[in-house]
């Protein structure tokens, strides 16, 4: 199989990051610092991005993949909220239809249930009109016939009926990884595996920040104008260097799992857990059904972050509680994530209030730290920031253009007719079936051709990675050479979702490394390092 590709790749070159003065420099790749910097890049500033990991590592891989109107903020009459998230759903829809995708929801209404069917049907009103009535459709209520006529998997016993409602599904981790690729292709410097280690000050004000290379254990120092700490779940230990030791946050885990197939139809489930009230969904995801999300207080290290056996115990309870198909048992389940929620602690009660909204934080020093925020609206903060920086730099703020430029894959307009008239056209210059096409389309939409002319060099890329598997060859070369992938994990969890499904990606492991490891010039140790390191962490779901 050829590994060196004869088009021409990204070439890592930390060196960049010392040979400028940046405007800003920001602190974190997951979603919020990776809209920062594609909407900073756009407006023409000058943008460097530090991941210490890989790009969306933390919370933004470990969302329940979801982007929605927030419905549920309806209960706290916080309807700017949920006229914010409406909106900000449909720009994604326009900006990335491959990978923002509509799904209907059910809300299943059971007798003693906190909210009653009434309650439900005037919510879902004011949803509609909240997003002006451009839901992919207007809501709808179901008896509770119609309603197990639809979904079989549901408990009969004590259901009143069902409200069924459309928000979206996503792909996280891409969204993520797009917004950092289209960051740089307007212009920013962005490096995943980059550590910051301290910040460098000037007359009390932060102006730069010393950084150690996780690649090659060089030690650079980068000048900025302006320091954005988008660090997340993170963020208090970076604003500890910064000399505050004032907690911002109040960190709560989210935790889901991968089971079987529970959903009979298309449809997600919205239901309401019996021992606390809290709402929590069972979303069709391909072969298998996502259950989550947990919200429990967590003080723990993000980086060695886990789901608990009582999170897991709690998932499963509630929903055998709403479900009839067999009990699920721990056995059961494929694999499961945790992430934790960067929730902004209230002044007057850190131990006891969060709020779901953002916030900006400014030090003495002049540090920004951005805390809060939820994925569907995360275009809309950048956008706010990003104004910020503008101020700050003295420039006029202009517009922002990331709700009317696509990002990298989203070029596509109406996705089912992309893939209707582009995929036939496809198939005529390589030798892929139709199923496999439409894969890599969901994956990467409109830049799929740029994928396939990889093959058109490189032949055998088209193969398998290993036989039998639904990795091609062809996407571990792209991930390597145009999606800044630098460990096995990188490509098997977040440039792909191997790492969830069935087999966990362990038996494309060994090639994946070997093959990343030829490409990138990689020794065999370091290769073996990559394989031991995955194993540790996913041989356990």
Known sequence: ??????????????????????????????????????????????????????????????????????????????????????????????????????????????????????????????????????????????????????????????????????????????????????????????????????????????????????????????????????????????????????????????????????????????????????????????????????????????????????DIAYLLGEAKRHLRTPELQREDIVSSFAGLRPLVAEEESKATRTSREHRLFTSSSGLLSLGGGKYTTYRAVAEEVSHRVMELLGRPRGPSLTGSIPLPGGATGDFNRFLATQVPLWRSSCDLPRERLEGLADLYGSQTPRLLALAAAEPDLLEPIVEGSSLLALQVAYAVDFERARTPEDILRRRTPLALLPGRGLTELPAVAGFMASRLGIDRDRSRQWENSYRQRYLTP
């Open 1 to 310: 199989m050829s590994i060196h590709s004869p088009l021409s790749p990204h070439q890592r070159d930390p060196s960049t990051l010392t040979r400028q003065r940046f405007d800003a420099l920001i602190i974190g790749g997951g979603i919020n610092g990776a809209g920062i910097a594609r909407d900073l890049a756009m407006r023409g500033v000058r943008v460097a991005l530090v991941e210490k990991g890989d790009f969306a590592s933390g919370t933004s891989s470990a969302s329940t993949k979801l982007v929605h109107g927030g419905l549920r903020y309806l209960e706290r009459f916080d309807f700017r909220l949920v006229f914010e998230s409406c909106r900000e759903r449909r720009i994604l829809q326009t900006i990335a239809p491959h990978l923002v995708r509509p799904l209907p929801f059910f809300i299943p209404v059971y007798r003693g249930d906190p909210r009653s069917l009434l309650t439900i049907r005037a919510g879902m009103t004011l949803y509609d009109l909240l997003a002006l009535f451009r839901n992919t459709g207007r809501h709808t209520i179901l008896s509770a016939g119609e309603a197990i006529r639809s979904e079989p998997a549901l408990q009969g016993e004590g259901l009143v009926g069902a409200a069924r409602y459309w928000d979206c599904r996503m792909d996280d981790a891409r969204l993520c990884l797009e917004n950092i690729l289209a960051a740089a292709e307007a212009g920013a410097e962005v490096f995943n595996y980059m550590t910051l280690t301290s910040l460098v000050k000037r007359g009390g004000k932060v102006c730069g920040a010393r950084l150690r290379d996780g690649i090659d254990g060089q030690e650079r120092e980068v000048e900025a104008a302006v320091i954005i700490n988008a660090t997340g779940p993170w963020l208090d230990r970076l604003c500890a260097l910064d000399g505050d030791d004032t907690a911002k946050l109040r960190t709560t885990r989210g935790t889901h799992i991968l089971v079987p197939r529970i959903n009979c139809g298309d449809e997600a489930l919205y239901l309401t857990a019996g021992r606390d009230d809290r709402l929590f969904f069972v979303i069709p995801w391909g072969e298998l059904s996502l259950i989550g999300t947990t919200d429990v207080d967590d003080r723990r290290d993000p980086d060695n972050l886990g789901p608990t056996e009582d």
